[in-house]
């Protein structure tokens, strides 16, 4: 017996069996589209800020860059749209420190760096304080992710290996990484945006080296509900030297 796929548009099609009426081929339409509108800018904007960091720490860079061509079975004569192909989703799971390098951009810069909730029932928080059926309450994404009590004295340097255990990612509550919310509401495309990124960076990365069009410069944050830069990022790219 085939086992069921688990991917979140195969669970949709089961779920329309039970109710084609309602959830017919015009709903699960609207339903991709969302998913990929809802993380045009969330993913946009974390790639802004992992191409920076990436920047700022070239050896991190290069890192990424021999573990993608590590990864990959590519060919010296391949372009950025052959080598896309053969990023299968076997080669996207050997890159472990791509995706320590995403996550921990995700930890310093979130997407959504202020999320709010809302008391289901009249409760105590940790501290004290009373909430009421009804209060609504925020919480800073950005500042928990620099948290010394969270994430030890180098809370606020770059640093992708925390996450990496002998060259293993390991995952941490998502109570602590924040990033994707946690619990019934986490963010139903964590997977398909860290897929997302992780394709297109693995490209652009086996291809180019990136600076800075300006050291001298920071970023500016422009206030959205996303963490967005203002007026964007200015790159130099550099044809990356690859041998087979």
């Not at 081929?25 to 990929?36: A, C, T």
């Not at 029932?121 to 010394?148: H, S």
């Not at 001298?216 to 830069?229: A, C, D, E, N, V």
Request: aromatic letters at 12%; glycine letters at 6%.
């Amino acid at each position: 017996m085939q086992k069921a796929r688990e991917d979140i548009l195969s669970r949709f099609i089961l779920a329309s069996e039970e109710d084609p009426e309602t959830m017919n081929d015009r709903y699960l339409r609207d339903i991709v589209l969302s998913f990929l509108i809802a993380g045009k800018d969330t993913t946009a904007d974390t790639l802004s800020w992992f191409f920076y960091m990436l920047c700022k720490n070239p050896v991190v860079q290069d890192k990424v860059a021999s573990e993608i061509e590590e990864s990959v079975e590519w060919a010296q004569e391949d372009n950025m749209e052959t080598f896309t192909t053969r990023l299968k989703q076997g080669a996207i799971d050997k890159m472990h420190c791509l995706h320590a390098t995403l996550t921990e951009t995700l930890r310093l810069y979130p997407a959504v760096p202020v999320d709010g909730k809302m008391a289901d029932e009249d409760d105590v928080l940790p501290n004290g304080y009373r909430v009421i059926i009804g209060d609504g309450m925020n919480y800073m994404i950005y500042a928990m992710g620099r948290m010394k009590y969270l994430w030890g004295e180098d809370a606020e340097e770059f640093r992708p290996e925390r996450w990496l255990a002998n060259g293993v990612f390991q995952q941490e509550s998502p109570y602590k990484f924040v990033s994707f919310n946690a619990g019934p509401r986490i963010c139903l495309g964590k997977e398909f945006a860290y897929r997302q990124m992780k394709i297109m960076a693995a490209t652009l990365i086996h291809f180019f080296r990136f600076i800075l069009e300006d050291e001298s410069k920071g970023p500016i944050y422009k206030t959205m509900f996303t963490l967005h830069m203002d007026k964007g990022l200015y790159l130099f790219a550099q044809h990356r030297k690859i041998s087979a």
